[in-house]
């Protein structure tokens, strides 16, 4: 069983992280949103599609900054620790010109005590 150290640890990173991923956004920096991602990383965006590596995430984001989309804000994001380095983030999303769910972003701790995202899985609804 997880010790509550154990768990603050991982919430604090994924906090950390999750926090450092908006401002990159919200400032209109996409290297800033890239490097909250494992390299290998997989995006599954609904209804746009699959977006699998950095490059690709970075092609998606990119556009999207491009495109004037900015203020991204998550609405009751709730954490669930999985194990000693993982955790899984949800919530709703909202910024200017769209909103929707994040069904489950897959954090995982790294040698340095960072978080980075494996796993992105989000829809953007009308």
Partial sequence: MLSEEQKAVVINAVKKAS???QTAFNSGDVEGCVAQYEPNAVMNVNPFGQFAGTERIRAFWQKLIDDGFS???YIDP????INESRAELKAGW??????GVIHRELWV???DGSAKLREDNFEALA
């Fill in 71 to 73: 203020g991204v804000e």
């Fill in 78 to 81: 709730e954490i669930e620790v």
């Fill in 19 to 21: 926090q450092e991923w």
């Fill in 94 to 99: 909202k910024m200017n010109k769209a909103h």
């Fill in 109 to 111: 701790l790294q040698q």
